[in-house]
């Protein structure tokens, strides 16, 4: 059995626990601290030491990010401060840290997570993994396997993205009915239906919780549609997975 740290690092907060990656079950309770405004990669990164330090932590330790991250460096951080962009994850992290950080996007964290122990468990074929929070995370797999940073929140539905229409922050911003913001969930998701003809679309994020408001709503879609089964906590599994080889 592996324990790593599972850090995730969000919009409103970064939560962490540790893991026992062999069942993804949390081997305490998670601990949150509120994302430092503005949330610049000195500011995140205080954080995330205190969270390491919290735990007395020394063993190895995974953290997602809302954003590309790829060979090793942030591209993009669209809902952080821009400082982040370009930023080595190796140096960052472990200069923070003094641990190695394994560090990959957050709803590719989250989508490891339920492929393996929620709700995409033995799910072969196309399956789309969707984070509905402060923007829209997306995790492509194909017969188990991932495909990262697909970016799909960021697809462009009646001259806006995505996200800025049908993420929970834009639900609450915008102060939507139900229905109303269902709706456009609804014209998000048969977008993507079109486009990549998923047997099973997974809602994630804190909205997973309140799925019974929403998801009677939807409408149309071939694809079978379930809430995340590991609630807010496959953020924090999927990136101690990330961790550790299989
Ligand atoms: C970012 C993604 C991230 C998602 C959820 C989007 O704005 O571009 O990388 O997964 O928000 O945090």
Partial sequence: MAQVLGIDIGGTGV??????????????????????????????????????????????????????VANGQILTAPNLDPGWVGV???????????????????????????????????????????????????ALFIDGV????????????????????????????????????AGRVDEYLEHMEALLSPALIIIGGGISKKSEKFLPLLTGLRAEIVPAGMLNDAGIVGAAMAAVPD
Avoid: C, Y
Avoid at 112 to 135: C, I, S, Y
Avoid at 162 to 173: C, G, I, L, M, N
């Fill in 88 to 138: 080595q994850t190796a140096d960052a992290f472990g200069g923070a840290t003094k641990l190695n950080v394994t560090v990959l996007n957050d709803a590719d964290a989250a989508g490891l997570a339920e492929m393996r122990f929620g709700a995409g468990k033995d799910r072969n074929g196309t399956v789309l993994m969707l984070t509905l929070g402060t923007g829209i995370g997306s």
């Fill in 146 to 181: 991932l495909v990262p940073n697909t970016e799909f929140g960021h697809v462009e539905i009646r001259g806006k993205d995505a996200e800025k229409r049908a993420s929970e922050h834009a639900r609450e911003e915008g102060d939507l009915s139900w229905g109303k913001w």
């Fill in 15 to 68: 939560k962490a626990a540790p893991v026992d990656t062999a069942t993804g079950t949390l081997l305490a309770e998670r601990r949150k601290i509120a994302t430092p405004h503005p949330a610049t990669p000195e500011a995140v990164l205080d954080v995330v030491a205190e969270l390491v330090k919290g735990f007395d932590w020394t063993g190895p330790a995974g953290s997602t990010f809302p954003g590309v």
